[in-house]
Every structure is written in structure tokens, then in C-alpha cells.
């Protein structure tokens, strides 16, 4: 256990952070998995844009790695060029 006021002020900060990164993490590979199991290619263009946005921001708050998010939209897009 921590013996300092902000060791311990850390630690509850970086719980909080690491639950709201795992949230948000989540809900962007939820959102990837839903989109790649569409099948209209008008629903997934509509859709594109709000995941390529959520993947931004995650690699803006460096939860995934901007090459993670670049490889992605990268094939979210081809996989909706295919439809």
C-alpha cells in the first residue's frame, strides 16, 4: 500500500482512467465487429465515419497505437469497398 498522500491520490486516479480506457476500448472493437459483420454497403458508408472517429480518439488518448487505428479504418474501408 502506498505511504504517500499523492501515491495513494495515483492510485485511485489510475483505477479510474483504466476502467474508462477499457470501456471505451470495448465499445470501439464492438463497433469494429459490428461493422465488418454488415452486409449493406449503405449502412456500413453511414457507419464508417462514427468508428473511424472513436479509433481516432483512441489513439489521440493513446489507449490503442495510431498505427492500430490507421490499420483498421484502413481495413474497415476496403472490407466496405468489397460489399
Do not use: F, W
Not at 461493422?35 to 449503405?42: A, E, F, G, M, P
Amino acid at each position: 500500500m502506498a505511504n504517500h498522500k499523492s501515491a495513494q491520490k495515483r492510485i485511485r486516479s489510475n483505477d479510474t482512467k483504466r476502467l474508462r480506457n477499457k470501456y471505451q476500448h470495448k465499445s470501439a472493437r464492438n463497433a469494429v465487429r459490428k461493422l465488418r459483420s454488415l452486409s449493406d454497403k449503405k449502412e456500413a458508408a453511414e457507419l464508417l465515419p462514427s468508428v473511424a472517429a472513436m479509433l481516432d480518439k483512441l489513439a489521440k488518448n493513446n489507449v490503442i497505437h495510431k498505427n492500430k487505428a490507421a490499420n483498421l479504418k484502413s481495413g474497415l474501408q476496403i472490407s466496405i469497398n468489397k460489399l
